[in-house]
């Protein structure tokens, strides 16, 4: 039991009797316990006071709306629950008297900080309420993972106005759930968008006269739909296709194209299977989570690889056009769409030639991805970290080892 929580749930039943006391609407037990129903009480505490029209424990947009930036000169109830947050967050300092004292403003900002914000100012906004009236733990406790909270700072930090739409600020104890890796995909898909269309744009107009961007906006203007599906089972991100393609034609970077496709996934789903992992590694736990994580959700997706594959051969077809001739983008697409796309996952061995068996595939995909460019902390001639220390962020051999495995077995699967 923890007394400060029991300080904040002995008000609610006083302060809103009609709802949180024993005869109220929604009894709450003052046990010192700061869980869900606690969270709700305090989310009605406010709806209440804020005079929100549906009171139900739930931020929606009237209470988004409604919901003041909490200061030295907000009313003394809206302090208090705020107070009463931050008591739920492990927050100590700030009292619980409905003022905004010097002890608030500095667990406001000890709580800013620890979500990974470093330039704010000593007040609460509506965001950072939404923030406090979830269960989401943003302290280090016994569990935390120093490089899972960097990691999760770092998205709050840099790309919350990316996922806050559907997220309120990602919990930063250093424990991977879902709602890290959901922010992850959002993230990863905004990249890729914007890269897609900055790359149409810079396409030369076709025989028609008209660019590709021209032709593919009302596919890809805001809200379109940007996943289609193909007659070969294929799940194609148009934003993902692109950008893979684009590093396979005439790629003079001085970083292989594959980096770009399937190894770049690859070097993503080791962090995703790195993050998974309990704390005390072991190689069977390792390959089980590997293969959880390859050609299934999240980075290494099925449908990310299918761009990969598909990339790979799109390109080949560009590359290998008559010189002269127009509309190459084009007919590439409806070249491979119509006449190679049954066996997309074959297309891998034209990066990895000479392949006979799984065992081979396997030996070389590890091959190419522990390289000496690959795995390198600085590309030489560069200021850049090598593939695996930049998406993988440097996993174990093991791990490394687990997930060029799954890939393997999943492209044997696919083209048996």
Known sequence: MNGYVKQVQNWLNQEFPDYFSETGKYPLSPDGIAGQSTMNALTMALQITVDVTEIDGEWNQELSEKCPIVNAVSVPNVIRIAQGCLYCKGYYDNGFNGEFTVGTKADIESFKQDLGLSVFESVIEPDFFRSLLTLDQVRETKDTDQYIRAAQQYLNKNYYQTFSAMLSFL????????????????????????????????????????????????????GAVTQLT???RGIIELPKLAAVIEAYIDNKSTVPSFWAGWGGDLASSMLATTLALPAKLDYASAFVTAFEKVGLDGVCSYSALCADMDAVKIADIINNATEGTTSTFTNALSQYYSLDVENRFANIFADIPGILSYEELNTQIYHRMTGSQETADTIPGTDNPGLIPYKGNNPTMQVMAACCSALAHYVHTETA
């Open 171 to 222: 919990p930063t104890d250093g424990v991977y759930e879902a709602k890290t890796n959901r922010a992850l995909i959002i993230v990863l898909q905004k990249e890729l968008y914007s890269g897609f269309i900055n790359y149409l744009k810079a396409l030369p107009p076709e025989a028609d006269g008209l660019t590709l961007y021209e032709k593919m906006f009302p596919y890809i203007k805001e």
């Open 230 to 232: 193909d007659n070969a």
